[in-house]
């Protein structure tokens, strides 16, 4: 099994370089084995540098750069072993148009593979869905489901 | 192996029995604060077999019952279905010659709880396995909860080994 | 100081109710003193009803209702005791544009006591500004500031 | 007292010496991902004395030092001073007569590092000090963190306390 719990590693460490590289044109990113004689009980470090920077720690990344270099892993690990379904709760809330762009561009690639649910608020996200569900609560306290068009989805999500 | 739809009755504020087909490619749910959509993530959450309270936001297990408003009452009992589609007949368990599967959780004020599968009872551990065969499995990962994006970023460098074993 | 601290306690707790009451029309919310015997050392429990909602605890609020309740109990605290001023990091982030426009409309009526300094993507929190900043970074890893107008302030915040 | 102007010089991503003036009522900051907005509540909360790195999302405190980029070399020193008029004179200080005043914290590559009020070398319990007597104190809340809103909620009982004592 260490052989391939290496293999894993190796695929899901190239996978999430190149998502990186798409996020951030320019930058790089990568997986690496704190105890390389001992895989199996290793812990593992992610490097991330975006274009132009110099940063000591992943810690030091923006609230948008730290989001969208957790979805370039998300993402690498479903390219290794799909699930069939995925269920992401307002995962583009901290990123800026540009990086909504770049990350639905991206997701579209998917869904050959895998079901995606998107909870969102972001008209950009609601643009590249196949169906959208509107949640309301007409009665106040209980939730009902209706199925909607993107022109509603976008005012719903505008006020109560 | 495909989701085709979720079942919510009473769990959260969801007091009606609500269907959601779940078509191929991507869903998008939208709708103001505080109107469930997040409740529909922590019924999935819920349904595959979730055993910490504080994951779904609650302080007890019973909260995820539908506590009422001020013109219903509360309820007694919660249930979510999750239906799968599209499998290729292949598992070797007892359910192999189905080609869709309902796994079902139910939870009653009393605290009982109950999971089936295809309305046939069973153990959580049966759900969990053959969730397991059926098609790559219910990874930490499928499910991101709402301000838990960087989680992966956060996480100690020994608890990130957990995305690539389940991967392996 | 007994009666220091109680007083302190009812006038913050009718300022939060109060509060509470303009972000959730109908609502009702409260502070509760979990010993009332020992007040100096008794912990605070927060009660939080949404218009309409029977809930058993605060954490099984949305996002978005944790964010409104715990932005009210926030000012509520500056309306008792003004701090000079105050810094906010995309506080409006988990909110939907309706509960944006109760939140910037409580907003613009403190800023005679405090000056309130607020980091956002949010086009609705921009137009309330006095005074709008963009940061970007031409050179690349290297901050600037520049004084902007709001339209120029809405492009900036859509892309890199 | 009001706070008047932000002067930021060698921390994080502030290479070049940057003056922010602040009017009076709302200032808002806005800006792509990744291009410095946090970076400058976090030299808010440094120049008033915070002393956990963690806090201001560094492993140790030398990382809050410009570190350099692709074209230009990492600086020994990082600055920030925080500038308030309308004081009334009423402060039994030393610092009593003046009617501005600027705190200002400094860092080396060394690990040395300065606090000074008007440009005199001082302690950082004596910034404390004047901050607390000066107008309000910069209580908890001052700074909202990113995605720290609804720490409050999330507090313990006892932990909200603190919300009550600052303010009485
Ligand atoms: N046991 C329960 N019984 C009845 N209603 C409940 C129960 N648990 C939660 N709720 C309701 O669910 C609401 C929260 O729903 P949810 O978290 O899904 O909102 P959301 O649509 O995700 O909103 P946001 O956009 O703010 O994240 C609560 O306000 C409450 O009304
Ligand atoms: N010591 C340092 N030296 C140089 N640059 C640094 C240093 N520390 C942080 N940075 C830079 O600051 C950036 C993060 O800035 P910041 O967190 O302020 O972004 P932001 O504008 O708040 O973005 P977001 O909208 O995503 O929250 C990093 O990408 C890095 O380039
Ligand atoms: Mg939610
Ligand atoms: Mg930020």
Redesign the pocket.
């Known amino acids: 099994t260490k052989n391939l719990f290496l293999e894993t590693f190796t695929e899901l460490n190239r996978r999430f370089g190149e998502l990186f590289g798409r996020f951030f044109p320019g930058g790089h990113a990568a997986l690496a084995l704190l105890d390389e004689q001992n895989p199996l009980e290793s812990g593992i470090e992610i490097m991330a540098q975006?274009p132009g920077?110099?940063?000591?720690t992943i810690h030091?990344?923006?609230?948008?750069?730290k989001a969208l270099t957790a979805i370039a892993l998300l993402m690498a690990s479903f390219l290794i072993s799909p699930s069939p379904f995925c269920l992401l709760d307002e995962i583009d809330a901290?990123l800026?148009e540009e990086n909504v762009r770049r990350f639905t561009t991206v997701l579209k690639t998917m869904t050959q593979q895998t079901q995606f649910l998107i909870v969102t608020h972001n008209k950009r996200t609601m643009e590249i869905a196949d169906q959208l569900y509107g949640v309301t609560m007409e009665e106040p306290g209980v939730s009902k489901i209706i199925g909607v068009r993107l022109d509603v989805a976008e005012q719903l999500a505008v006020s109560a | 192996m495909r989701l085709k739809q979720i079942t919510i009755f009473g769990f959260k504020s969801f007091a009606d029995r609500t269907v959601i087909t779940v078509p191929p490619g991507i869903v998008s749910i939208v709708g103001p604060n505080g109107c469930g959509k997040s409740n529909i993530s922590d019924s999935v959450l819920w349904a595959i077999g979730e055993q910490s309270a504080k994951t779904l936001r609650a302080d007890r297990m019973e909260d995820v019952l539908f506590n009422g408003t001020e013109r219903r009452k509360p309820m007694g009992m919660a249930e979510v279905s999750l239906t799968f589609e599209g499998l290729d007949g292949s598992l070797t368990s007892r359910f192999g010659e189905f080609s869709e599967l309902t796994v079902t959780r139910r939870l009653f004020r009393s605290g009982e709880s109950e999971y089936l599968i295809n309305k046939v009872p069973c153990r959580l551990k049966d759900i969990r396995d053959l969730l397991l065969e059926a098609g790559g499995s219910f990874k930490g990962h499928t499910i991101i909860e709402q301000g838990k994006v960087d989680g992966l970023i956060n996480a100690s460098p020994v608890e990130r080994r957990g995305l690539i074993e389940e991967a392996a």
């Open positions: 975006p920077k110099r940063l000591r030091l990344l923006s609230g948008g750069e901290p800026d």
